[in-house]
């Protein structure tokens, strides 16, 4: 089995360290980083192909509190796993 994007990062690096299901508010995002106000959320079409509304009215209430949410497919974290890692960096400024 391949590793996933995130085993590939850095260890040191602040994306390595994000918590996992982290509370925020009345969710628990994927990823969190809450002194960057990150947050990564990543979609499978199994678990999100019928939540997509639902998913976005997350998002928006998410960026009312002032995050930044950034979603992946699985595809995207399979297949371009070094541009998922530029894009968090990117967001986390590292």
Do not use: C
């Not at 809450?34 to 928006?60: C, K, N, S, W, Y």
Request: aromatic letters at 10%; glycine letters at 4%.
């Amino acid at each position: 089995m391949a590793k996933s994007p995130r085993a590939r990062w850095p260890r040191h690096s602040p994306a390595a360290r994000a918590p996992r299901q982290a509370e925020i508010g009345s969710y628990k995002p994927d990823f969190l980083w809450p002194a960057q106000f990150l947050i990564v959320e990543t979609d499978g079409h199994e678990t999100h192909g019928t939540r997509f509304e639902e998913d976005r009215a997350r998002d928006a209430e998410l960026k009312t509190m002032g995050n930044t949410v950034l979603r992946f497919t699985w595809l995207q974290l399979t297949e371009r796993p070094e541009w998922v890692a530029q894009t968090v960096f990117a967001a986390l400024r590292v």
